[in-house]
């Protein structure tokens, strides 16, 4: 089956400690993302990648920082420096064109 | 600031009836619109896309769009309560689909 997976689905980090995001997809799509989504809100951008080696800063890229070594695989490190980690994060790709994004189930990540 | 606006909801629709879910940009640049319904807990999924002016029709869903006025609306017809969810607009200015996201409108189809 082809698609995007996500793990774990549930987290929970101490203050002061880096946690790693993982995301995978078998689609062969060029772009991957990462988005925050807070209660009641829209999803909002925190890095993407086009290539492989590249990645750029989306909307709220402070405290956090992403790798893409694979075309599968786009981690996303939450670091002790974001302030308020609490949130539902989903992971996305797509093909350059036609640029549909779809998403991975999401891991929230809950800040004890 | 690029902008994208939903009515935040809850729309109450009737079984049956039609839901309308509108949704307005700021960037005059945007090239293509889409809709995402997204159930509570869970993770968006992708309903339709939309790039050029007019309708366009997939199954009980039609998406419109009217770039001189900068909308995009999306109708529900026979609304179902499984039609109950979070429906998020987005919206791409560049080739590489770096989207921006509404907040979103709850529906609430009531039988």
């Known amino acids: 089956d082809g698609g995007i997976t996500q793990s774990p689905k549930y987290l929970f980090r101490k203050e002061g400690q880096n946690v790693t995001l993982s995301c995978e997809q078998n689609?062969?799509?060029?772009?991957m993302y990462w988005y925050r989504q807070d209660p009641g809100q829209g999803l909002r951008l925190i890095y993407y990648s086009q290539i492989v080696n590249d990645f750029q800063k989306g909307d709220i890229a402070e405290g956090y920082s992403v790798s893409r070594e694979k075309k599968e695989s786009f981690p996303l490190t939450v670091t002790s420096a974001q302030k308020n980690p609490t949130a539902f994060y989903l992971c996305?790709?797509?093909?350059?064109?036609?640029?549909?994004?779809?998403f991975g189930p999401g891991t929230r990540l809950t800040v004890l | 600031q690029k902008e994208v606006e939903q009515n935040s909801g809850p729309l109450s629709v009737p079984e049956g009836a039609i839901a309308s879910l509108n949704c307005t940009y700021s960037d005059r640049g945007s090239q293509s619109f889409f809709w995402y319904r997204q159930y509570s807990g869970k993770s968006p999924e992708l309903i339709m896309f939309i790039y050029s002016n007019g309708d366009k029709e997939d199954g009980r869903f039609t998406a419109q769009l009217n770039k001189a006025s900068q909308y995009v609306s999306l109708l529900i017809r026979d609304s179902q309560p499984s039609d109950s969810a979070t429906y998020l607009c987005a919206v791409a200015t560049d080739s590489w689909g770096k989207f921006q996201f509404g907040a979103g409108t709850q529906v609430v189809v009531t039988p």
């Open positions: 996305a790709s797509s093909f350059e064109s036609p640029n549909e994004q779809f």
């Open positions: 689609l062969n799509h060029d772009a």
